[in-house]
């Protein structure tokens, strides 16, 4: 699992994005994708691609650090997660 770190505004929505397309084979694709969202976030939106995940997130008490994970399965069958950490910051 691959942790990055990242800080939104409270009232903000924003998007962030999981680039699977490196650890992804030759021709494999994703086939589904689940966002998680730390209670206290709120999940707007998600969508994936072939070889990539999106999730719009909002809300947050600043101070507060949440995770989001996206769990893919994909055509060849494999399963994995990866998550975020975004800390809420009044900016």
């Known amino acids: 699992m691959t942790t990055s770190t990242w800080e939104k505004d409270p009232d903000a929505t924003l998007d962030w994005v999981w680039d699977w397309s490196d650890w992804l084979e030759p021709g494999e694709t994703i086939t589904t994708s ?52 975004i800390r809420v910051k009044n900016r």
């Open 34 to 85: 689940t966002m998680t969202v730390s209670a206290g976030l709120t999940l707007n939106s998600d969508a994936h691609s072939a070889t990539s995940a999106t999730a719009w997130v909002s809300g947050g008490t600043p101070g507060t650090p949440y995770q989001v994970t996206n769990r893919i399965i994909t055509s060849a069958g494999r399963i994995d997660d990866r998550s975020i950490t």
